[in-house]
């Protein structure tokens, strides 16, 4: 199926053609019955109530048409197309007139168990943001657009989460935590494809709810300190090394110390100690060799 424009002409100048209908119908009735003077005619007693009854079936085809609202005209089950403009229309006699909704909407999905990449079980929710830009694929393509867009929604966020591991240390690696943009973008992409044979337009997707589930959640989160202990511990090491190695060349270059091996060992772990421990640290004095 596929959209398409149906007729239908402005309500208010067909509502004035139906009244001037009906007032010649009235007449030429009046007319047939001799009661104007003068004798009694049948073709005008058959043309004034034809013109009644044409006046009358008319009268009943008036559509209102909301903003951002359409109808769907249907003729003995047969799509005749779709009224989009906003106003009073009348359309063809004898039809049903289907109301779709054309104004943005959301949908918030209800909070999903998955597992994540790594086989981590979490809880996973989303907000999408749709419209309907083909009333008639939105009709009569699928059943109950609504709720076949709930249903592939909480299909499309299964799909998307399973994809990705719920966090990780590593920069190059994108997570649902840590790239939610990415995410989001990819669940839209997804869901476009999804929802395109309903006539809906995804506009937004993103997630509101994303957390580890309750049976891990305890374990998780010391993995993650754990995790974030040893990734700052590895570029404190890093930062102490590069700091010592620049401390030592500096003094050799000045000339202000002269050490040999086990000097040079003792001072660099002496350094690195100072550097990379998170407590206090006292100084050893040296006063040199007793005799």
């Given at each position: 199926m596929k959209e398409k424009k149906t007729l239908a002409i402005n309500g208010y100048?067909?509502?004035?053609?139906l009244i001037l209908m009906a007032l010649l119908g009235v007449w030429l009735f009046i007319s047939g019955t001799g009661s104007l003077g003068g004798s009694v005619s049948v073709p005008l007693l058959v043309s004034g109530g034809v013109l009644l009854i044409l006046s009358g079936i008319f009268a009943s085809t008036v559509?209102?048409?909301?903003?951002?609202?359409?109808?769907?005209?249907?003729?003995?089950g047969r799509y005749l197309g779709?009224?989009?403009?906003?106003?009073?229309?009348?359309?063809?006699?004898?039809?049903?007139?289907?109301?779709?909704?054309?104004?943005?909407?959301?949908?918030?999905?209800?909070?999903?168990?998955?597992?994540?990449?790594?086989?981590n079980p979490i809880e996973i929710a989303a907000v999408v943001v749709f419209r309907v830009i083909d009333t008639a694929k939105a009709a009569f393509d699928v059943d109950f657009y609504e709720d076949f867009i709930e249903i592939q929604s909480e299909t499309a966020i299964r799909h998307v989460a399973t994809k990705y591991p719920y966090d990780s240390f590593q920069?190059?690696?994108v997570t649902l935590r840590g790239n939610s943009a990415e995410v989001s973008q990819e669940l839209t992409e997804e869901l476009q494809r999804r929802l395109e044979v309903a006539g809906v337009e995804i506009i937004e997707?993103?997630?509101?709810?994303?957390?580890?589930s309750t049976e891990i959640a305890s374990a998780m989160l010391q993995r993650?300190?754990?995790?974030?202990i040893l990734s700052a511990r590895q570029i404190i090491v890093e930062g102490?090394?590069?700091?010592?190695?620049?401390?030592?060349?500096?003094?050799?270059?000045?000339?202000v110390l002269k050490l040999d091996d086990e000097r040079r060992l003792q001072l660099v772990n002496n350094l690195l100690v100072s550097i990379i421990t998170d407590k206090g640290t006292q100084p050893v004095i040296n006063t040199g060799d007793v005799s």
């Open positions: 100048i067909g509502i004035i053609i559509t209102i048409v909301a903003p951002n609202q359409a109808k769907i005209i249907v003729l003995f779709t009224i989009r403009n906003n106003g009073m229309f009348i359309t063809v006699p004898f039809t049903n007139k289907l109301h779709i909704s054309l104004r943005v909407r959301n949908f918030n999905s209800s909070k999903l168990k998955v597992n994540d990449v790594d086989g920069d190059t690696d997707a993103r997630l509101t709810h994303l957390a580890y993650q300190q754990a995790k974030a102490a090394v590069g700091m010592t190695q620049l401390a030592i060349a500096q003094l050799e270059e000045e000339g």
